[in-house]
């Protein structure tokens, strides 16, 4: 299958009847937001599949992509953001919007509003009443890559300069993503998150030597798959008002890795 993405990006709560809101090239322009005035500025990740067309070699021209947003979701997404709906909302109000106005042919896989670049939602289907919501956190972090039951020369073979008996940091990058219920409130969903992360990953990880200091890694090697997996057991099971669906731990901008339960 083929998959197609698009983001959009645009400034919300443009006031109805504005001069810039009726200037539509404040807000379009190259798809980029607005240049002028201070607005919450998002963007709407649109995926996309379905057959290429054998003779553009597009499975959807994204202008049309451009221009749906633009027509059907950008105004109406202000509005509903200034009536106070929630994040959640907002992501089901653009697929709906959308899975009705493209092409009978083309398929919407998959709409993601990104509101900070540490906070995301997504939706992929009207019929299934959830969303998606991924939050982004931090910690710093001393490890040392070593297994005692190999020889001192495997485990430099093996792991090179991250075996230095002394260890060395990183700035670890953890992305937490659950699944949750449309009847939810998204600021329970967001506290419990939040709570429940800084309680067991972060007060628990940060600033600290992961090898000496955390129990998990008394006998267990703090590779960045590892970290992922244990902090996938400290967090599955705390939240009520929302499922774990995803863990993902940077231990450099290259290097990452998922713990999950996604198909
Ligand atoms: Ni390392």
């Avoid at 937001?33 to 994204?62: A, D, F, H, K, Q």
């Avoid at 998204?186 to 940060?206: C, P």
Wanted: proline letters at 3%; glycine letters at 4%; charged letters at 25%.
């Amino acid at each position: 299958m083929i998959r197609l993405t698009r983001e959009v990006r645009f400034a919300l709560n443009e006031m109805p009847g504005s001069d810039l809101a009726r200037d539509g090239r404040h807000n379009r322009w190259s798809c980029w937001p607005r240049m002028v005035g201070v607005r919450p500025y998002v963007r709407l990740r649109v995926t996309l599949s379905g057959e290429l067309n054998p003779s553009t070699g597009y499975l959807c021209n994204i202008k049309l992509v451009d221009d749906l947003v633009q027509e059907t979701v950008v105004e109406t997404l202000s509005m509903h953001a200034s009536r106070g709906k929630q994040a959640s909302e907002l992501t089901a109000i653009a697929f709906a919007a959308l899975s009705e106005k493209l092409p009978e042919e083309v398929k919407l896989e998959n709409v993601e509003l990104v509101l900070t670049p540490y906070l995301k939602y997504s939706k992929k289907s009207e019929d299934e009443k959830m969303s998606r919501v991924t939050q982004q956190f931090e910690f710093s972090a001393t490890h040392r890559l070593h297994c005692e039951h190999l020889s001192d020369e495997e485990n430099r073979r093996i792991f090179g300069k991250c075996n230095n008996p002394n260890g060395h940091g990183h700035n670890y990058v953890v992305e937490v993503t659950v699944d949750v219920d449309d009847q939810q409130q998204d600021i329970n969903v967001m506290v419990e998150l939040e709570t429940a992360v800084m309680s067991e990953v972060i007060d628990r990880f940060d600033h600290k030597n992961l090898n000496v200091e955390v129990e998990q890694f008394a006998s267990l090697n703090p590779t960045v798959e590892n970290i992922a997996g244990v902090i996938w057991d400290l967090l599955d099971g705390k939240f009520v008002s929302s499922q774990l669906a995803n863990v993902r731990v940077y231990e450099t901008p290259k290097t990452w890795a998922d713990y999950s339960n996604l198909k």
